[in-house]
């Protein structure tokens, strides 16, 4: 292996500015991290409302509904993780910067699941609270919710990177990433639902780590491809 | 050997290809067809627990076995369209995903009308294959909404390529989830895995309709091929001198 010249891009540097840079770009405009959290907040509020306040009915149904609540959020969030570069012509200079696009790709997820993912585990616990969960099973759903917003954010670049720059993007966006999304759903909700029922539950976590693990690993070159297709 | 994959990447040769194995396909197709609906409807003894309501699964598993192997047969043309940049490798996958999605709509009606008998009910969450066919029905719509949204066909065709791969990776971890899922929520597996195996006079029916719905997936994709190419080099020299030929393109 050559040893890297002052000319070649030193990869973590990069990582580091563009994380940066979004979460800045995010702090100025925090309407944008924070709409989605208040649209967590009140489809979760829209289910009580309903189905009834009935408490069996909320334990039963809490997990599920928390879990597709903060799928929907992530959703209304990724329609704008490159919409704004496109717009301004940033992602052209992106493209065609030395550092290697997958690396970019991958510090723009992270930065979106800083500003979406994260905050939406946190506040979890507040809602979980209005649907009678104990503390323990709190626990495993902000697990749950760490790792899957992990592989939604991820999966989500993909959807995000193909559909940069088209009319009708927003629609289009959660017909690609829905039925991608739906392992995630499927495993985060029913390893909390498990937990509730006091049932073993690790496999659960265990198969959503692994597929993080997957995301992170391959997604960042699939939304690399899909930008240079977006953008050529 | 080498001529024979040079000539496959020019669409006028294609156009002809596709022609020339239509009755190649659409023959054995129609007689495998015709002999698995006979001996199935008429030939094959009912099955002593289900009588005769196990008959659908002569267009049933057929069906299911093509939405999959469409999705593979698209992306794997995707990829190769990716990687050799071979635009006609596009094209096919382009004209499979209709063709997919309508195998997968048959295998969920036919799965459903099946249900109701057995099940006492037309739709039931607990069966897994139920449930990743309506996944992945909803996988190949996405395909088809994105490519109906990029005006420019070689950006659609590659975007769309980056989403089936992208898909086939996900359709195996759906698999798995869902199955992971529905031992959750039930005691006993709804059908046998493996279970007694299958009479003679049922089995053969229904091999003739697997064989016979891949020879008529060929059938139509070819038909639909031809359309597609036709219409993508709709501005090409060799489209216009055919159309004009005495022949007409025929």
Redesign the interface.
């Known amino acids: 292996m050559a040893v890297p010249s002052p000319e070649q891009p030193r990869i973590l540097v990069g990582l580091v500015a563009m994380v940066r840079r979004d979460l800045l770009l995010a702090w100025k405009r925090p309407g944008d991290v924070l709409n989605p959290l208040f649209f967590f907040a009140m489809v979760c509020t829209l289910f009580p409302l309903a189905v009834g306040p009935s408490a069996e009915q909320l334990t039963v149904s809490g997990p599920g509904v928390l879990w597709v609540a903060a799928l929907l959020s992530t959703l209304l969030s990724l329609n704008s993780l490159f919409m704004s570069d496109h717009e301004d012509g940033s992602l052209d200079q992106l493209l065609v910067s030395p550092q290697p696009l997958p690396v970019l790709a991958l510090s723009k997820t992270l930065a979106h699941w800083l500003t979406s993912g994260l905050p939406l585990v946190l506040i979890s616990p507040l809602l979980a609270m209005t649907y009678r969960m104990s503390t323990d099973i709190v626990g495993v759903l902000m697990l749950t919710l760490l790792l899957g917003t992990v592989c939604l954010s991820l999966l989500g670049s993909?959807g995000a990177a193909?559909?940069v720059g088209?009319?009708?993007g927003t629609a289009?966006l959660s017909?690609?990433i829905?039925?991608?999304a739906?392992?995630v759903l499927?495993?985060g909700a029913?390893t909390v639902s498990?937990a509730a029922g006091g049932e073993p539950y690790a496999?659960g976590i265990w198969?959503l780590a692994g597929?993080a693990v997957a995301a992170l690993s391959?997604a960042p070159y699939?939304t690399a491809?899909?930008l240079r297709?977006?953008n050529? | 050997m080498w001529k024979f994959f040079h000539q496959l990447a020019s669409p006028p040769h294609f156009y002809r290809l596709a022609a020339t194995l239509m009755p190649w396909l659409a023959v054995p197709a129609l007689l495998l067809i015709a002999y698995g609906t006979y001996a199935g409807l008429f030939l094959a003894s009912p099955d002593y627990q289900q009588g005769d309501a196990f008959r659908i699964i002569y267009v049933h598993v057929p069906s299911a076995y093509l939405s999959m192997m469409a999705y593979m047969f698209m992306a794997i043309s995707g990829a190769i369209g990716?990687i050799w940049r071979l635009k006609l490798a596009h094209a096919v996958g382009a004209a499979a995903a209709p063709l997919g999605a309508a195998f997968t709509f048959l295998a969920l009606v036919t799965g459903s009308i099946w249900g109701r008998p057995m099940w006492g009910t037309w739709w039931e969450w607990g069966d897994p294959r139920l449930t990743s066919e309506l996944?992945l029905l909803?996988?190949y719509?996405?395909y088809m909404?994105?490519r109906s949204?990029?005006d420019d066909t070689a950006?659609a065709d590659?975007?769309c390529a980056?989403?089936a791969?992208?898909?086939v990776?996900?359709v195996v971890?759906?698999h798995y989830?869902?199955e992971?899922?529905s031992s959750?929520h039930q005691g006993q597996t709804l059908m046998k895995k493996g279970g007694p195996g299958m009479d003679a006079d049922m089995l053969y029916p229904l091999l003739a309709m697997i064989l016979g719905f891949t020879f008529l997936f060929g059938a139509l994709l070819a038909r639909r091929i031809r359309t597609e190419v036709l219409y993508r080099e709709r501005r090409t020299r060799w489209v216009r001198e055919m159309i004009l030929s005495p022949e007409g393109g025929r």
């Open positions: 993909i193909l559909t088209l009319h009708r289009l017909l690609l829905l039925p991608l739906m392992p499927l495993l029913n498990l496999t198969a597929y391959l699939a491809a899909a297709i977006s050529e | 990716l996944i909803f996988l719509f996405g909404a994105l949204s990029i950006k590659k975007a980056v989403l791969l992208v898909g990776v996900n971890v759906v989830s869902v992971w899922w959750l």
